[in-house]
């Protein structure tokens, strides 16, 4: 296995700046409307959440990968999934993938009461020395299993999977509030549809379908 250093620098210059601006212009042109969430992309340095070498190309409209296999998604993406939630402040939201922190933080900045959830002990104790995340009091981390959710915690008002689910988890589905909704890409490895699941009571769920999209696998059982 490869180790590799991670190289962060954490200095937002007016370049960088100008380069978000035109990043949430052009999101906004892919047809993203909700201006809270527009405003959490252009508040949020993406290049805090990359090593130094994608500093240059952190603002393009890309996933990129942060060791282990993984990605931090693309921001249209990350907007897309954020809009579907419709998070309003203080709703507890649960995330499934934490990877960089940049979909949590963008929660965090919508307000919500992030718990997120990551399966992969070097993606976890990256973030957890990741300063950039103090900015928010009320987003916590845990390592762990996102197909059992966090049922310490639960019922939860939204959940959001940023991983690609071959099925909808059972456990997720149990640990969200009645009139609470569920964001969650789903299929085969090669594409998934974008589902928003809402509970209407304890059996009950409405299902919309969205666009296709493809993310890393959701992993399954113990590692
Ligand atoms: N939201 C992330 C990107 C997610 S990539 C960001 O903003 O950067 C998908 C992440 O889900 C990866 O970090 C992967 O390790 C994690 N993951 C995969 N299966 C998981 C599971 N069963 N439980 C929790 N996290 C999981």
Known sequence: MVNFVIMRRYEDTYKQKGLRRQLVDSIRQKGITD???????????????????????????RAFPIGEGQTI???????????LLEIKPYEK??????????????????????FTIERQKKLFELVKQFQFKSKYPNLRFFYGDGYEGLSSYAPFDKILVTAAAPQIPEKLLQQLKIGGKMVIPVGGQDVQRMLRITKVSDTE???????????VPMLAGKR
């Open 35 to 61: 201006e809270n969430v527009l405003a959490a992309i252009g508040n949020i340095p993406r290049h805090f959440f990359l090593d130094t070498a994608f500093e240059s190309i952190a603002y393009e409209d």
């Open 73 to 83: 998604s693309q921001p249209y993406t990350v907007a897309y999934q954020s809009q």
């Open 93 to 114: 939201v649960l995330e499934i993938g934490t990877g960089s922190a940049y979909q949590a933080c963008v929660l965090a900045e919508l307000k919500a009461n992030v």
């Open 205 to 215: 769920f409405d299902q919309e379908l969205f666009d296709n999209f493809t993310f």
